[in-house]
């Protein structure tokens, strides 16, 4: 496609529910990584697939969250037993080999709240 | 900690007059990258500065890094009130040129007609 594409837009979910936000990046951009953002709060690193390689999973923040990446392209991240403090907006961007010259192409984000 | 600091927080001008923001951050990097969040969605990129450049100018922006103050400013000339969004600096600490982003919490401004 064009852009980033996430999906849902919105996700509304009681606690203790499990989740799961999908990301289709841009064909050929090999760099795929999750953010989430709090209201009115920067960006908080979660993931980052590059490659082959095995994933940068240092800023996933519990054991809840998982993310995968198939076949090099779609990504999901999964949240297990939802808590209210999980309620955000989740970004995904993507970004071609050399982020030196291109930088990060945004999704619009899923809206995650949990009631 | 976030690895960028911006300041202000907050800014509110009137169209026309300029924009400037400032961006700290703490260790070496490799670039330094400024992008724009509206509505808070997806954010835009907007430009990108290597560390061994000092300025960049793109359209109406125009950057400055100065990394032995671990600084940068991004200035927005002329400005619209299409440009009332938040702006975000990130910076590149990889080694290689596959790195993450660390953003900071970011400028909220306010252009008004």
């Known amino acids: 496609g064009a852009g980033v594409s996430q999906s849902p837009s919105n996700k509304v979910t009681e606690k203790g529910k499990d989740v799961e936000l999908r990301c289709d990046p841009i064909?050929?951009?090999?760099?795929l990584y999750w953010y989430r953002q709090s209201l009115g709060q920067g960006l908080e690193f979660l993931i980052y697939?590059?490659?082959?390689?095995?994933?940068?999973k240092s800023g996933l923040p519990s054991d809840r969250f998982s993310a995968e990446r198939t076949g090099g392209s779609v990504s999901t991240l999964t949240i297990q037993r939802t808590q209210q403090e999980d309620s955000a907006v989740y970004l995904c961007?993507?970004?071609?080999?050399?982020?030196?010259?291109?930088?990060?192409?945004f999704g619009s984000g899923t809206r995650l709240t949990v009631v | 900690s976030q690895q960028g600091e911006e300041d202000p927080q907050a800014l509110s001008i009137q169209e026309g007059e300029n924009a400037t923001m400032n961006c700290s951050y703490k260790?070496?990097?490799?670039?330094l990258q400024w992008y724009r969040q509206n509505s808070g969605r997806g954010l835009v990129h907007l430009i990108l500065?290597?560390?061994?450049?000092r300025e960049k100018h793109s359209g109406r922006l125009r950057v400055t890094l100065d990394t032995s103050k671990k600084s940068s400013s991004l200035l927005i000339t002329a400005s619209r009130a299409a440009d009332t969004a938040s702006y975000f600096c990130?910076?590149?600490?990889?080694?290689?040129?596959?790195?993450?982003?660390?953003f900071g919490a970011g400028t909220q401004v306010v252009v008004t007609p």
């Open positions: 961007a993507s970004s071609p080999r050399d982020t030196l010259l291109y930088g990060y192409t």
């Open positions: 500065i290597r560390s061994n450049e």
């Open positions: 990130a910076t590149d600490r990889s080694t290689d040129s596959w790195g993450k982003l660390q």
């Open positions: 260790t070496s990097i490799n670039n």
């Open positions: 064909s050929g951009h090999t760099a």
């Open positions: 697939f590059q490659g082959n390689s095995a994933p940068d």
